[in-house]
Structure formats: C-alpha cells, structure tokens
C-alpha cells in the first residue's frame, strides 16, 4: 500500500518512517520549488492553527514558527530578525492586546482654497 503525500516534510521524517519499517520516497527540492513548498506548508499550517484549540493550538503555532524560520532563511535572514521587526512595529504601532476593530474612518472637510 502506498500514501501520497507530495508536500515538504521535517527533516527528520524519512528517518522516522524508516524506524517504523515503511520506506519514504523523497527528492530535494529546486529553491523555486523549496520556496513554493515553503509557502504552501505556511497556509497549510495556518489552516491547521485555525481549527485548533489549547494544546493543540500550540503546536500548530510552533509548526507556524519553523516554517517562518525556514521562510526567513531565503532573505538570508533569522527568526530573530523577524521577532525583533515585530517589536519594532509593536513599539511604532502596538499591539493586538485592546481587541480593538476599526470600523470606519470619517475624514474631515477640507477648506477649499478654490474662492
């Protein structure tokens, strides 16, 4: 019997298979293709986080967190560089923490200088 997975998996999952006496079928990526894979495993974890609560949840934000890392290693940068651009813009522009929703803005008249 055979399962079809096609997408980007952990490092360490054909090792895993193997210890479990299966036999994983795997090829290394082109970048293009890790790149794709990449965003794809993202959307696909945020699926996962959306329909999960408690300790689940966790988990699927920590997958969220490594695709992140791997994702900002193709800028040639850290998760540390993302984590302090968000407390940068956290400083500037806050947080999410008031639950505030913006409804609408109503701009002011403005004089006309047309007279």
Known sequence: MERIYNKLVRDNIPEIITD??????????TDEEYKKSLEEKLNEEYEEVLSSEGDERLEELADMIEVIRSLAGLENASLEDIVN??????????GFDK????????EKERLSNEE
């Not at 639950?99 to 109503?106: G, S, T």
């Open 20 to 29: 479990n006496n299966e036999t994983p079928v795997t090829r290394i990526l």
């Open 85 to 94: 651009l968000a407390d940068a813009k956290r400083t500037k522009r806050g």
């Open 99 to 106: 639950k505030i929703f913006l409804e609408k803005v109503i």
